[in-house]
């Protein structure tokens, strides 16, 4: 057999899988495992959405669609995103993916050549190196440090900047650290996008789930709405993640090359799905301010609990539904700790590294889960952690 493409030796899975596959593996063999490693919401689409799914089919709409998506959802998009982002944006600058996923990977296909340069977040989404290399570009990280509240260092990103740099990749709330982006930090951001004339892509899929403030996206800064296009999708916002439902908002001109793409993946997304997507949108029950103000309450459990658990350090971050926790202060590594608490506890929770190198020192656990199980886990994790309290001392 001949070899399979090159591409595949430089891009990589997902840890968030990985230890998904282990955790249901112990489950199978009859452990309690309780699951804080997906990036999943424990909520479901609203009832109106699920009526109006039913409606549409009903109504014949399962036939090819419009490729860029159709066009009631697309209006109905730029509406939400005027009115969620204060973005100026119209039905034309929206085109319609199978999951943000999708949508990032075209994203990145519309724009980079082979030996073209990429800035992205680390610790973050795996994604993005993986897509960059398998396209042939090159990966430059920029480090979110704890010393900044994992905030970019514009100073960073800009010593970074060389003639082949063609894209800085944005993520706020950030995955895995649930950083929101400070205004100064994205501005300044948007400043060198301009200077070097880069393109961004801004992947908003957490924008819907900051805390005690309101969102601002990277399109909105000055010179930004000629060259970033935004990436966003229905599978946090609206816990609608089997759906493989996401969007990207681009300049008109960058438009057809989305469609190009799509013509040559996935043709259009599922039309029935789309005529749901509206109601989603429309949210006429309030289902996402609700879910919201859940993780609130959650994120503010979890993180005082996690932080008694000795040797935890926990950032009490403002966006997304992640606990992101340097762990250095057991004395063991992290994938250790994490084995411990799987294999012992029944805690399932990624090791940071899954989220590239700077994650090293660190876990992340999601809080999408019911405060029960979130308390249920750190009376477990504090039982453990007898373990690592021993190896210190001793
Ligand atoms: C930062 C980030 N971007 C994109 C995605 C992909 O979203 P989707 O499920 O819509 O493909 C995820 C999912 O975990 C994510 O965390």
Redesign the pocket.
Known sequence: MRPLSSRLSVMSGEG?LTVYAKATELERRGRNIIHLEL?EPDFHASQQVIEALEKSLRAGKDRYCPMAGVPELCAELARYLRQTRGLVVSADNIVMAP??????FLAMMALLDPGDEVLYPEP??P?YPSITLGLGAVAVPFTLHESRDFQPDPDEIAAKITPRSKLILT?SP??PTGTVYTDEVQRSIAKLAVKHDLYVIS?E??ARIVYGQSYVSMMSYPGMSERTLI?D????SFAM?GW???YTVAPREIVPALVLLAINSYTCVAEFSQYAAIEALRDPAGATPRMVAEFERRRDQFVAGLSRVPGFRCAHADG?FYAWVNVSGTGLAAEEVCRIMLEEAGVAAIPGIAFGESGKDFVRFSYASSAAKLEEAVTRIQAVSTVWQTAVVG
């Open positions: 968030a990036g999951g943000c996923k999708i949508a990032l973050g989404f994604g993520c950030n995955n992947d899929i957490y990436v999708g229905f599978s946090k993640t493989r439902l996401g997304a």
